[in-house]
């Protein structure tokens, strides 16, 4: 894309999202948190796009939360994100594609470093062939997994069963969107819409038919801070900032929140849990909490697959008052069930934040 | 020493004191922190009030969001100047003289040995309530019920290749311990290991490996106050 072609229009907001072949970086958090979540977006790009995307076995976390909590040195991670080049390289990729911000805060922060200063591409050159083997070319092109679904965006339209509208009242659904901090503050031209008009999540609300909710604090941080999160006595940090979030939020009434960065989507759902065991206050509708989604969860709950294939049991707060709005078909017996359908019992319930 | 760090390099150039930086920062909502007079500090190049910095509980607060990044004037980056004090923090052992800084002890114990152990930040295996207890009785029943949950939403939990929470291999963890010993994350790690346990010496706090003992319960739970 040349960015200086005026048919692109608000050229400074855009950015080059590759047409087709990836390589996958997995996401810890997501993995952890969300088990199914990647499974289904691979098998949207797979077998809803037709698109070829490559899930390595060899990869590694990117050390990115080691890093930002300060345990780690600079060169040690830009050493790790240079192998994850080079098994890139080696499976014959050179379009890079990442699940968590975190990531995609990091492999922009090193490709910055190294354009600005090739002395510290070359000593990483050094270090990774000297400790691996390996070789690596830098790629050609490196998003995230959500720009992915905001590029196909219209694609994924045409094949789903449902749309972010009540059912009942025809009405749109009112959406929040959760844009990592990672994604675009720290290097605004990586993102769809930069820092300024972030669009990689409200143009999926946008287009599959919801409205989206604007709100004071709409984009204030969820409030991990790594370190602040990572430690039980700092905890207090993450929780007031999430609160922040949500009181800003309550008064529009959301029907749901999406977030692109696993551990936002992580926060938002567990800290509105805790907020009503200690506080007692809910966010969501009659004694239960705010559903909260990662985009591709919403995509597969839009092309009408099994909510508790796609991992969301695996929610704390309850998705079914959005499916149930959205006339979503599901099997609530299904619910907490194994593979071969034997019954697992339930999670003991919450005192206070109201579950199904 | 600071200007060796590219991050301090790159983070600071002359400050206009301005405080967009403190308006828009979370941790300067929550705790008693002003990114604004840190970035002061460490302009004036006062050394003794620098080594202060990088005694306290300050340095520490920073949450890393990096939204400083997006709103200074002067193209400055407070958190960034933030991981080059506490590069510099742990590197001296001067950690070890706050509360806050001497619960790098815990985040090396916890994410830092399990990306070596794991190849992942964090593994499901060594996540419970009682260390996390905001996962909630959900993640209980993940937990309790792994092998047959993880199978239904197509994980490949252990298993040899691709695929979610897979067995990391032998050779990507042989190359990550490369790379840590080479450039400088172990000796970080034996660093932080040894103010470590000077300090609960010196405090008179039980001291030992993994997370059974008192002096990692005391920084990770909270709060070993300084004589």
New interface residues.
């Given amino acids: 894309m040349n960015k200086k072609d005026p048919k692109y229009g608000w050229a400074d907001y855009q950015k080059e999202i590759a047409d087709d072949h990836y390589y996958f970086a ?1 996401s ?2 997501r ?2 948190f969300f ?2 979540a ?3 977006f691979l098998n949207i790009i797979r077998n809803e796009l037709g698109k070829d995307i490559y ?7 990117c ?4 890093y ?9 991670i ?3 994100v240079a ?1 994850q080049f080079a098994l890139m390289t080696e499976a014959g990729y050179e379009n890079y594609v990442c699940s968590c911000v975190t990531s995609f ?1 990091i492999y922009s922060e090193m490709l910055e ?1 190294w354009e ?2 090739p002395e ?1 591409l070359e000593e990483t050159r050094k ?2 062939k ?3 083997g ?1 070789e690596f070319v830098i790629p050609k092109n490196m998003v995230h997994a959500s720009d992915l679904i905001y590029k196909f965006r219209n694609e994924i339209k045409a094949k789903t069963k449902y749309r972010l509208v009540n059912k009942q009242s025809s009405e749109p659904l009112k959406v929040v969107d959760h844009v990592g ?2 994604y675009a ?2 290097f ?1 031209a990586r993102g769809v819409g930069g ?1 300024e008009f972030p669009e990689v999540l409200s143009g999926l609300i946008d287009t599959w038919g919801g409205t989206q909710v604007d709100y004071p604090e709409r984009r ?2 969820c ?6 999160y ?8 993450s ?3 999430t609160k ?1 979030k949500l009181e800003s939020m309550h008064p529009y009434h959301p029907d749901l929140i999406i977030a692109n960065c696993p551990g936002c989507t992580f926060f938002l759902d ?2 509105q ?2 907020i009503a065991e200690m506080e007692e206050k809910t966010y969501g509708e009659n004694g239960y909490g705010i559903p909260v989604l990662t985009y591709e969860e919403l995509a597969a709950l839009l092309l009408g697959y099994n909510p ?4 969301l ?4 707060v309850s998705v079914e008052p959005l499916l149930d709005k959205m006339g979503i078909v599901y099997n609530p017996e299904d619910k ?4 071969n359908g ?1 019954y ?7 005192e206070i934040l109201k579950v199904y | 020493m600071l200007q060796k ?3 301090f390099r ?1 983070g600071l150039n002359a400050c206009i004191d301005c405080g967009t930086c403190t308006a828009i920062c ?2 300067a ?3 008693d922190y002003d990114p604004r007079i840190i970035t002061d500090t460490v302009q004036t190049r006062d050394n003794n009030k620098i080594e202060e910095l990088l005694k306290s509980d300050t340095i ?8 400083c ?2 709103r200074c004037p002067r193209g400055n980056t407070p958190g960034y100047i933030i ?1 080059a004090l ?2 510099l923090s ?1 590197e001296t052992g001067l950690f070890a003289e706050s509360e ?1 800084g001497r ?2 002890l ?3 114990r ?3 040995e399990s ?1 070596l152990k794991f ?6 295996d060594d ?1 419970d309530t009682q ?12 937990k309790n ?1 792994r092998e ?8 490949n ?1 252990k298993g ?7 067995l ?2 032998e ?3 042989v ?2 311990k ?8 172990s000796q ?2 034996e660093i ?1 290991e040894k103010y470590s346990k000077e300090k609960a010496k010196q405090l008179g706090i039980p001291f030992g490996k993994g997370k059974d003992n008192e002096y990692f319960e005391s ?5 070993i106050e300084d004589e």
């Fill in positions: 997995r810890c958090i993995q952890n088990p199914a990647e499974g289904v899930d390595d076995a060899l990869q590694t976390t050390t990115g939360i080691a930002h909590s300060g345990i780690l040195p600079l060169e040690t830009m050493t790790v192998r805060g470093i600005k200063n510290k270090v990774l000297e400790t691996t390996k901090c990672h503050k720290i605004p820092a204030h941080c409030g991990f801070g790594f370190r602040q990572l430690i039980k006595a700092n905890r207090g940090y929780i007031a900032n922040r567990r800290w849990y805790t508790w294939e796609a991992g049991q695996l929610h704390q907490y069930k194994g593979k034997e697992l019992g339930a999670p003991v319930k919450p | 760090d590219i991050r790159e979370p941790a909502q929550f705790y520490w607060y920073c949450g890393e969001c990096l939204s990044k997006t991981q506490r590069a742990v806050k619960q790098q815990a985040i090396k916890t994410v830092g990306i190849g992942y930040c964090v593994y499901i996540v260390m996390y207890p905001e996962q909630g009785p959900v993640w209980d029943w993940l019920n047959k949950i993880l199978e239904r939403t197509g994980a939990y040899n290749g691709s695929g979610t929470l897979r990391t291999p050779e990507s963890l190359d990550l490369k790379i840590f010993d080479a450039t400088g994350a970080r790690f932080i920084v990770y739970e909270g709060g």
